[in-house]
């Protein structure tokens, strides 16, 4: 995960919490990411510990896998895909929020 692209000191503040929530998506797709290759790493370690020959390749085929990424991944784009349709449905000021300048 890069930097943050989004400057959050917008009066927009849906829309800031929308590119916060959008960051949150990304960030949990790279934990995923990170939790599925350490626990390929440590069931490879078991079985070479347990016996399984070196000279043999380990091939893994995990659909949970995809499926876990696919699924980080649609929930981000229905939340943009919402915000969006919100955005378009009711103009600018969509983007500001239920605020008040009392």
Do not use: C, W
Not at 58 to 73: K, M, P, Q, S, Y
């Amino acid at each position: 995960m890069g930097a943050s692209t989004h400057s959050y000191e917008s009066t927009d503040i849906l829309q800031g919490i929308v590119y916060m929530l959008l960051e949150v998506f990304d960030a949990t797709s790279d934990l995923y990411q990170t939790l599925t290759i350490k626990d390929k790493r440590d069931l490879e370690q078991k079985l070479r510990s347990n016996g399984y020959p070196s000279s043999r390749k380990l091939e893994f085929i995990d659909d949970a896998e995809v499926n876990g990424t696919r699924a980080i991944l649609t929930d981000k784009l229905a939340l943009l895909r919402r915000y969006e349709d919100g955005l378009r449905d009711a103009g600018p000021t969509f983007a500001v929020g239920d605020v008040r300048g009392d």
